[in-house]
């Protein structure tokens, strides 16, 4: 029996523009043999900051200037480069979400900083333990480096942070002069409601950095993201950047396809995901029980699953794997590894089929799981 994953957060291979990304390749490598045969340079792509300095206008309303944004080999890339800009390897205190992006908590736990978690609800970070937490270390004299957040379509758990959840949490880094690195990677993966601005548009504090990606937009297998930070943090984040600059080949023909239909890509690739979306949360709430809490997340790629206390997360993924469907196990995500009763499904990469088998499948586990 093939396996139906659920586990990665891979995009739509289905609305992936093949032929217009080969054409747009052909069209510009003829031009590429010299930026090819040098390196790239810390910034990166011109053409491509300039390009996702005009995304950041056009959905924020803030101007960018294309001189403070540098091009990443993906997001990940972009949160270590921010991370060894504020850490100094001694006493490193990070303040995130509890659950979070598990390449995160991995760089992080690596890294040997020490992660203090604030929990959410169905709106995000909790801002109002945030402010007991930053007061506590105050006390302590423990001074957070900075405070890591993915306020829109969070990792994992789907949710939004309203407006005056942010303005709240603005107001705390700067009460308590603490940076805030602002993770938006799945920013315009949009299908429902409406978004509030990102925190960087509430904020010109010159301490603020911020991280998007096309990673979610287009493809993960392009290795593109980008930070925007103003002088001098910019300066403080480029002394750390070693690998002499971003994948030229991959920015100049990324460019070139996207320059002209940047919002009509994100328009068809998201329509195509919602379909996804909604046929997942369909199947899991039609074969997972009314004691189970699945959420319709407005956007990104996740719904997050309360399963009912008596069933183990691990022991259903054991049971699932053998009915041929896989998925991650909520506790990778928290940053102590705790285990609670919650799964992650991903619901990019599978077609609808599979979606609907796939959760037929997860249902007959967790009832296999339950009678046992």
Not at 17 to 40: H, Q, W
Not at 142 to 170: C, H, S, W
Not at 348 to 354: L, M
Request: net charge negative.
């Amino acid at each position: 029996m093939d396996i139906i994953s659920f586990a990665t957060g891979n995009t739509n291979p289905e609305s992936f523009p093949t032929e217009a990304f080969g054409d747009a390749a052909k069209r510009v490598i003829s031009d590429l043999t010299v930026a090819l045969n040098t390196y790239p340079g810390n910034m990166g792509h011109p053409g491509l900051r300039e390009l996702m300095a005009q995304r950041e206008f056009d959905r924020e309303g803030v101007r960018v200037d294309p001189e403070h944004m540098l091009i990443t080999n993906g997001s990940m890339q972009s949160i270590m480069l921010a991370t060894e800009a504020l850490c100094t390897g001694t006493d490193d205190i990070v303040v995130l979400e509890e659950y979070c992006y598990v390449g995160t908590i991995s760089a992080y736990r690596t890294s040997g900083i020490e992660m203090v978690g604030i929990p959410l609800d169905e709106h995000g970070m909790k801002v109002d333990v945030l402010a007991g937490t930053l007061e506590r270390l105050a006390d302590e004299g423990r001074k957070p480096r900075f405070i890591y957040t993915l306020a829109t379509y969070q990792n994992p758990t789907g949710t939004m942070m309203p407006r005056d959840r942010r303005e709240k949490l603005v107001e705390l880094a700067a009460k308590h002069d603490i940076p805030v690195i602002e993770d938006n990677c799945y920013g315009d993966v949009h299908y429902d409601g409406e978004k509030p601005p990102a925190l960087y548009a509430l904020d010109d504090d010159p301490r603020q950095i911020y991280i998007c990606s096309l990673s979610k937009i287009f493809a993960p297998g392009v290795r593109l993201g980008y930070v925007i930070a103003k002088p001098p943090m910019l300066e403080r984040i480029l002394a750390h950047r070693m690998d002499a600059g971003p994948n030229t080949l991959a920015s100049a023909i990324t460019h070139e396809y996207l320059k002209d239909r940047l919002w009509s890509h994100i328009e068809t690739a998201n329509d195509a995901l919602k379909t996804k979306r909604d046929a997942m949360v369909d199947g899991l709430r039609r074969h997972l029980g009314n004691e189970c809490t699945v959420t319709n997340p407005p956007g990104g790629l996740f719904v997050w699953v309360r399963l009912p206390d008596d069933a183990d997360p691990a022991a259903l993924k054991e049971i699932a794997n053998r009915n041929g469907v896989d998925f991650a196990h909520g506790s990778g995500f928290h940053i102590h590894n705790n285990a609670g009763p919650y799964i992650r499904l991903a619901f990019g990469f599978p077609s609808v089929d599979q979606i609907q088998e796939g959760s037929k499948r997860l249902g007959n586990s967790l009832r296999e799981l339950r009678e046992a």
